[in-house]
């Protein structure tokens, strides 16, 4: 350790400076403020033993000098004083000492104030390699987060693309949906799909839990249930095993298909992901909806000119028990009849005092807003479960497909 001593008086100075050699020091002596700033600057020294008064200045203002320096490095401060009164003391501190020792200096005293200090610096410059440690990891971390946040906005649009298109019409059947992620992705997801010339398939599945692995078993179940080459590998049907499937002739029901789908899925200790799903297949030469619903709420039906009805039949999640055969109803539909598919991130929607949006409230706005175009009857649900909750951060995920036909 290099230490300065500031000392205007031959004798005091050199009788420090050979001290402090003994101890094992590299010493310094200079006999001005002028020349301590000087040399501090030119040698990066971090201890400074320095007299009160001094010819050109004192002790307070070489101490008042180097905090003003704000060097990138501390320098630990001793006072070497005949001042014993209290207001000296103050004095001494407010201007940046570190320590006080009376005048002339015992050795012994000295020595072990020296001690004291190189600690303190000790310590400083350990906290300093532990601040540029934290610095680097901070910035690894920034960068880590700018890669996953980057990626959860590609995943997000890539999610958000495999959902239908709004407004879209196939054999004269529309669609609509809302999609509200709690996160940036979703456990949520739907589609709706023409299979030959009179079926059209549709579903809405919600896979437990949020964030990332639901969101990746939604997108997984998406692209089995919709890939052109699904019954060459899955559910289970009497399709022609050709690759193009609008030449099939298939007769898997949804309920056939929902039973193919919880022997492949189920959980164990290591996936613990089960989901529930609406499950429909449209005829449209029969007008009929064969429909199967796996843990999901109710659909809701609004049939023109009456009120709107909970298809109230219903089956275990899927992936929850083993070799559970799924069950389906039979609907038939009629012009501008219209179906709600939605998952329970709206009934169970908390307002700021807990209570639920619940079921009944979302049939009352559904036979209300009957009059209105679905993608407007979209907006209304939209709006009122965000002014129920507060806002549009919920805490579950929002989906809901609407179907005209």
Sequence with gaps: MRIL??????????????????????????????SAITLIEDEN?????TDWMMPGGNGTELCEQIRAKNFAFYTYIILVTALVDTLSTVQGMEAGADDFISKPPKPDELHARIKAGLRILELEKK????????????DKLLAANNIIGRDLAMAEAMQRNLLPRKASTVQGITIDWLFLPSTQLSGDIFNFFQFDEHQVEFYILDVAG?????????????????????????????SLRVPDRRIAKRTVSASDAVTDLNK????????????????????????????CQAGHPYSLYLKQGNPAEFIANSNLPVGVVPDTIYGSVSLKYGTGDRLFLYSDGI????????????????????????????????DQIDQHISVWHGNKDFEDDVSMLVLQF
């Design 210 to 238: 949020h964030g990332i692995a639901s969101a990746v078993r939604s997108i997984t179940l998406n692209g089995i249930l919709t890939s052109d080459t699904r019954y060459n590998n899955h559910l289970s049907t009497n």
């Design 127 to 138: 906290l300093q390699k532990t601040n540029a440690s934290l610095s680097e990891t901070s």
């Design 45 to 49: 020294i971090q201890f400074v033993i």
């Design 264 to 291: 492949q899925f189920q959980t164990d200790a290591e996936n613990i992901l089960y989901f529930t799903i609406s499950y429909g297949v449209i005829d449209t030469q029969g007008g009929t909806i064969d429909l």
């Design 347 to 378: 009934t169970e929607c908390e307002a700021p005092t807990g209570e639920m949006f619940g079921s009944e409230r979302l049939r009352l706005i559904v036979e209300e807003t009957r009059d209105l175009e679905i993608s407007e009857v979209i």
């Design 5 to 34: 001593i500031v000392e205007d008086d031959p004798t005091t100075c050199l009788m420090m400076v050979r001290r402090l050699q003994k101890w094992g020091y590299d010493t310094f002596s200079v006999d001005n403020i002028k």
